[in-house]
C-alpha cells in the first residue's frame, strides 16, 4: 500500500494504458485500478422523431402583438 501511494501517478498512468494494476496488502491482491468508461451518449439517428413533432398551421404567422416590432 505504502507503494502505491508513493508511486500512485504512475499507476494511474498504466492503468489509463490499459495494463492492468493490482494494489496489494501482505501480499495478497485488495484492488484492481481500472480507467471509468467514459459515460455513454444515445447514438442520434436522423428521422427516429418521424410523426411525433406536428408543426401547427399557422407556424410562420406573426402573432397579432408583434405588429409594432415589424415596423
Do not use: H
Request: glycine fraction near 6%; aromatic fraction near 4%.
Amino acid at each position: 500500500m505504502a507503494q502505491a501511494k508513493a508511486r500512485f501517478s504512475e499507476l494511474v498512468r498504466r492503468a489509463l494504458a490499459g495494463e492492468d494494476v493490482l494494489i496489494a496488502r501482505d501480499n495478497k491482491p485488495v484492488l484492481r485500478l481500472v480507467p471509468l468508461e467514459p459515460p455513454r451518449r444515445a447514438r442520434r439517428v436522423a428521422g427516429s422523431a418521424r410523426g411525433r413533432v406536428r408543426m401547427a398551421a399557422d407556424c410562420d404567422a406573426t402573432p397579432p402583438d408583434f405588429g409594432e416590432y415589424l415596423r
